[in-house]
């Protein structure tokens, strides 16, 4: 791989760090600078989103989850839509992660069966153990706030507005959410709830 390629790859905290073999998986051969592989990433998750918001979906729902992933990422990397084989920083052990998967997915559908939590609170949670259980190489974060959003609408709500900004780009909004997620990993949802309405 080339310096100029390497650069690309710099990490900051925004994204999970990427084996040697998955930045291989790159599939557009222009991209040059970390704002060219941006782009082509928000493109494709725009396209995604136009798709999956065009009728009612069921989330809950394994092969769809990895079906979005797919349509989020996958004119960008040939991993989109794989579940992730290699340990993180982040995120359970590959092994664990179907069996958690379907373990989340059947909580969901628990707690909206029986009115458990109001709807932003079971998206929240969705979203907090998603991004925990960290299923694919990379993109855990969007795909898992897009998935939240979905499963509002699946529950006849409005989507969450994330603190109003991108939080791919590093900030005060995205310390705030990163800060939120840790807090909900001690089962205080408190600011996570605050920060997806803000």
């Known amino acids: 791989m080339g310096i100029g390629l390497m650069d690309i790859f710099q990490q900051d905290d925004s994204a999970t760090q990427l084996t040697e073999y998955e930045k291989e998986d790159l599939i557009p051969t222009y991209i040059s600078t970390r704002k060219e592989l941006n782009r082509a990433e928000q493109d494709n998750i725009l396209a995604a989103e136009d798709w999956a918001f065009r ?3 069921d989330v809950l729902n394994a092969k769809f989850l990895k079906s979005l992933h797919q349509r989020m990422f996958g004119d960008v990397w040939k991993w989109a839509g794989k579940i992730r084989n290699t340990e993180r920083n982040i995120g359970i052990s590959p092994h664990r992660i179907r069996p958690e998967l379907m373990n989340l997915l059947g909580d969901c559908r628990f707690w909206i069966d029986r009115d458990t939590y109001t709807p932003d609170e079971i998206a929240a949670r969705f979203h907090h153990r ?5 299923p694919f190489p ?5 795909h898992s706030r ?3 959003d979905l499963l509002l609408a699946y529950m006849g709500q409005p989507p ?3 603190g109003s ?3 791919v780009k590093v900030g005060d909004a ?7 997620l840790r807090k909900a990993d001690k089962h205080d949802y408190a600011a996570l709830l605050k920060f997806v309405r803000s």
């Open 138 to 142: 990379n993109g855990n974060g969007r």
């Open 165 to 167: 900004t991108n939080l």
């Open 55 to 57: 009728r009612r979906r």
């Open 130 to 134: 998603l991004v925990f259980i960290h």
């Open 160 to 162: 969450f507005t994330w």
């Open 174 to 180: 995205r310390k705030r959410y990163i800060s939120a």
């Open 146 to 148: 897009l998935s939240a």
